[in-house]
């Protein structure tokens, strides 16, 4: 890169650092309700218990892997330090921002490579002012993480075959390993990079790269397959079995469909509405989509030689991605899951720019005229959504989004329930990272508990919370009542319940009243 290309690119840097530090420098209460989900609570809370030495638990003793590990790791040095919630979030939250900000940087490296400066800048550009970049930096969970990590092992990997070493790969294997310990849908990007060295060679390059990937990923999954049976996260089946009849449903795909062609900047809501209503349409619109990503990695992999060919694995991990939450199926988690495919969404859109402006570069009143164009385009699409994200202190969910604002409900539950008491909920992250040993909550989707996945599997869990000695539930109107429904078939006799709070909805996830109630196990 030249000095003038490096200069811009750190400035682009310098104000997405801004705007995220503006971001997550609001309130706690700001933001939890814009921003967090109930499973960043998960992460933290585990991370915790295990600065505490009880391991990866949410209740203290309940082992689980339901959770992606290395932000978790990240951040049990911070429970060392401090037990505060608040702060511990506020840290967990910094560290995104920088991982976020650093993710820009490499971004441009990458679209430099694959199209020279114009399409570095406006790489760097757009996801400096991206509101679903802004967005996932300030949610708390590994969704920022894994994005940098997935952008930087491409870096790395181009870097390693520019001049290869063993040290190089070694350090490529790593950084794999990393990126799957973020997030583990990296494995198909990993798996990717690793088909493409097989066919292009020299393949004893790997060697030292599965050596590296090995030394990080393979301590952490033989403890899961040692202390729970599986390598496998046990968040993602039980998650999947919650709504498994949407697995490749046209429901999903055009949910699907709509999350992914927003990219960056969230564009065109009305769209994805209109494919959630017309389903059959939001199919034709996953297909071109999905189409679209593989053209865009044929198209590189056909124009450039060399390492930089590896940067094909984007758009084609991308697509992957889409076609896995289709099958996986969970739906309200959608702008996440996929925020990895609205990053090559960004450098696809970055590298077509640049070779728009090449191709203009013999007319240069022409070129310049696009990229002021462009500029002006960029800086519309985002500044809406931007500027609604610092202006709001409501969720600005669509119905698609992640679901946020589980805090005040949490810390509300905690100062009612009796101390020392045990608590059911099936979103339980929040009630149980604030509750921190003044009650036992006992998580009751499965996501974070192998023993609750186990009984909602075999429609068990009303014998599950009995046999658990819960003796409170807290969670949305909506669930309770149909905890008590079933109540009503699976055992006798069955429980009564009786409501003790029962708070304000909170529309940022569940227009339901959200309650504490009492269950009263008859003749015990």
């Given amino acids: 890169m030249s000095r003038r290309t490096i200069g811009a690119v750190a400035g682009i840097a310098v104000v997405g650092l801004m705007l995220r530090v503006a971001t997550v420098s609001r309130s706690i209460e700001i933001v939890d309700r814009l921003f967090i989900s109930d499973d960043a609570y998960y992460t933290l809370t585990i991370a915790r218990s295990i600065a505490h030495g009880h391991g990866p638990t949410t209740d203290g003793h309940t082992l689980t892997s339901g959770f992606q590990p290395l932000l978790g790791f990240l951040m049990v040095p911070v429970f060392w330090l401090t037990d505060n919630p608040d702060t511990a979030l506020r840290v967990d939250l910094v560290l995104l921002v920088l991982v976020d900000t650093a993710t820009i940087v490499v971004l441009a490296w990458l679209a430099y490579r694959l199209a020279g400066p114009v399409a570095a800048v406006a790489a760097a550009a757009m996801w400096a002012i991206s509101p679903l970049a802004i967005s996932m930096a300030a949610g708390g969970l590994e969704t920022s993480l894994a994005i940098f990590l997935d952008v930087a092992l491409v870096a790395v990997w181009i870097y390693a075959a520019d001049r290869p070493t063993t040290r190089r790969w070694v350090?490529?294997?790593?950084?794999?390993?990393?990126?799957?310990?973020?997030?583990?849908?990296?494995?198909?990007?990993?798996?990717?990079?690793?088909?493409?060295?097989?066919?292009?060679?020299?393949?004893?390059?790997?060697?030292?790269?599965?050596?590296?990937?090995?030394?990080?990923?393979?301590?952490?999954?033989?403890?899961?397959?040692?202390?729970?049976?599986?390598?496998?996260?046990?968040?993602?089946?039980?998650?999947?079995?919650?709504?498994?009849?949407?697995?490749?449903?046209?429901?999903?795909?055009?949910?699907?469909?709509?999350?992914?062609?927003?990219?960056?900047?969230?564009?065109?809501?009305?769209?994805?509405?209109?494919l959630d209503d017309h389903p059959g349409y939001g199919v034709v619109v996953f297909w071109a989509a999905f189409a679209g990503f593989l053209a865009s990695a044929w198209w590189w992999g056909r124009r450039r030689s060399g390492p930089v060919v590896a940067a094909a694995a984007l758009p084609v991990f991308a697509a992957g991605l889409m076609l896995f939450y289709a099958w996986?199926?969970?739906?309200?988690?959608?702008?996440?899951?996929?925020?990895?495919?609205?990053?090559?969404?960004?450098?696809?859109?970055?590298?077509?720019?640049?070779?728009?402006?090449?191709?203009?570069?013999?007319?240069?009143?022409?070129?310049?005229?696009?990229?002021?164009?462009?500029?002006?385009?960029?800086?519309?699409?985002?500044?809406?959504?931007?500027?609604?994200?610092?202006?709001?202190?409501?969720?600005?969910?669509?119905?698609?989004?992640?679901?946020?604002?589980?805090?005040?409900?949490?810390?509300?539950?905690?100062?009612?329930?009796?101390?020392?008491?045990?608590?059911?909920?099936?979103?339980?992250?929040?009630?149980?990272?604030?509750?921190?040993?003044?009650?036992?909550?006992?998580?009751?989707?499965?996501?974070?508990?192998?023993?609750?996945?186990?009984?909602?599997?075999?429609?068990?869990?009303?014998?599950?919370?009995?046999?658990?000695?819960?003796?409170?539930?807290?969670?949305?109107?909506?669930?309770?009542?149909?905890?008590?429904?079933?109540?009503?078939?699976?055992?006798?006799?069955?429980?009564?319940?009786?409501?003790?709070?029962?708070?304000?909805?909170?529309?940022?996830?569940?227009?339901?009243?959200?309650?504490?109630?009492?269950?009263?196990?008859?003749?015990?």
């Fill in 171 to 274: 350090v490529v294997g790593v950084v794999a390993g990393l990126t799957v310990l973020a997030r583990v849908d990296a494995l198909l990007l990993v798996g990717l990079l690793g088909a493409l060295q097989l066919w292009r060679g020299p393949r004893h390059r790997l060697v030292p790269a599965a050596v590296g990937l090995a030394v990080v990923v393979v301590p952490w999954w033989a403890w899961c397959t040692v202390r729970l049976g599986t390598p496998v996260p046990t968040s993602g089946p039980a998650a999947h079995e919650l709504l498994r009849r949407l697995a490749f449903s046209g429901e999903t795909f055009a949910r699907i469909a709509g999350t992914v062609t927003r990219g960056p900047f969230g564009l065109w809501p009305g769209l994805r509405s209109m």
């Fill in 328 to 524: 996986f199926g969970v739906y309200y988690y959608f702008v996440r899951y996929l925020a990895p495919a609205a990053c090559v969404v960004t450098i696809v859109v970055a590298v077509a720019i640049g070779h728009l402006v090449d191709r203009a570069a013999s007319h240069p009143r022409l070129a310049l005229g696009l990229v002021a164009l462009l500029a002006v385009a960029i800086l519309v699409v985002a500044g809406r959504p931007t500027v609604h994200g610092f202006t709001t202190t409501t969720t600005s969910s669509d119905g698609f989004d992640a679901l946020t604002g589980f805090r005040p409900d949490a810390r509300a539950i905690v100062a009612a329930a009796p101390e020392g008491s045990t608590v059911g909920s099936w979103q339980s992250g929040a009630v149980g990272y604030y509750a921190d040993g003044q009650i036992t909550v006992v998580n009751l989707d499965g996501v974070v508990n192998p023993d609750a996945a186990d009984a909602v599997r075999t429609n068990h869990t009303v014998e599950y919370v009995r046999d658990q000695h819960i003796e409170w539930l807290a969670d949305a109107e909506l669930i309770l009542v149909k905890f008590y429904v079933d109540s009503r078939t699976q055992v006798r006799p069955p429980p009564s319940m009786n409501p003790v709070v029962r708070l304000a909805p909170t529309p940022q996830w569940f227009p339901q009243w959200y309650q504490l109630a009492r269950i009263d196990w008859d003749g015990e």
